[in-house]
């Protein structure tokens, strides 16, 4: 048994599948797709907005000879499913924009792993896959557009779950609690991952990186708990006087905008980020800045 670092820590999750081969033999496992890629790139964004929007993917890569392009995405938080739709719609734009130029457009996939699952126990899945090919009335897939989007779910493995992508899956998931035991991995992909997220061989840099981002998760998840608290007194005070219904909905509101008060005065998340946390309009969360 050894120590490793959890791979829910995205700046850990980024160095490991930031590898080329990793990346490689992740995506074709999961995609089934053989890739060349020899560089990718983290916290990547466009050069350009699309649509004056800036997205940010956690890892992305373009193999330039096969028109492909695979984004990852590491998610720790609840806003799965709209936020994440939202970055693969972006990079499907950018195709759209670009395709009047070059007149050839490249099929994206986007993977996100969820390390985390949300309180209400809405996912009950360890793969799940969305694509845009139209279904006809005979039920029959025409398979028009490539691009897809894939959530997996390292927590709800089962015996359904694909052999390729379960290996992945089990991986990530026996990180999660810092201990590992190596006899369990065999292929030397894994041996090479299990080195890279060993403790003891950690670089110290790194090893702070994610020391901060562990502090900041702990920072975030105190303040979100106390704006919650703030947001229920509120509300049932409110409660008494407009109605329970409508109490509550104020509660909640007003815990979402403590919640955003907070993280807008550790000054680190930018408004984007914290609309997303929050689940506040972008714009409720300017406001709420400029009234600081």
Not at 211 to 234: L, S, V
Not at 272 to 292: C, F, M, P, R
Request: net charge negative.
């Amino acid at each position: 048994m050894i120590e490793v670092i959890p791979l829910k820590y995205g700046t850990m999750f980024k160095h490991v599948f930031s590898q080329p081969d990793i990346f490689n033999q992740f995506a074709k496992d999961i995609l089934g797709i053989e890739l060349n890629i020899s560089k990718v790139h983290t916290e990547y964004e466009y050069p350009e907005p699309v649509g004056k929007v800036r997205s940010r993917y956690d890892l992305f890569a373009e193999d330039t000879e096969q028109r492909i392009i695979v984004e990852i995405q590491h998610v720790k938080e609840e806003d799965f499913f709209d936020r994440f739709l939202y970055d693969h719609s972006i990079s499907l734009l950018k195709q759209v924009s670009s395709f009047y130029d070059d007149d050839v457009v490249s099929t994206v996939y986007t993977i996100v792993v969820l390390t985390s699952l949300p309180r209400d126990g809405s996912i009950n899945f360890s793969c799940a896959i969305s694509d845009m090919s139209p279904v006809d009335e005979w039920g029959n897939k025409v398979s028009v557009y490539p691009h897809r989007l894939v959530f997996l779910s390292p927590r709800k493995v089962n015996e359904k779950t694909p052999s390729g992508v379960r290996k992945w899956l089990d991986f990530i998931a026996d990180s999660l609690d810092g201990k590992m035991e190596e006899s369990g991995y065999s292929e030397v992909l894994f041996q090479q991952m299990l080195k890279t997220i060993r403790k003891q061989t950690i670089d110290p840099a790194l090893l702070q990186e994610i020391k901060d981002e562990a502090a900041w998760e702990k920072a975030k998840a105190r303040f979100t708990a106390e704006g919650r608290q703030d947001g229920r007194e509120e509300g049932w005070k409110a409660g008494r006087e407009e109605g329970r219904k409508e109490g509550q909905e104020k509660g909640e509101q007003n815990a979402r905008e403590d919640s955003a008060r907070n993280l807008l005065s550790l000054g680190v998340l930018t408004e984007e980020q914290i609309a997303q946390v929050t689940g506040l309009t972008l714009e409720n969360v300017a406001l709420l800045k400029e009234s600081e």
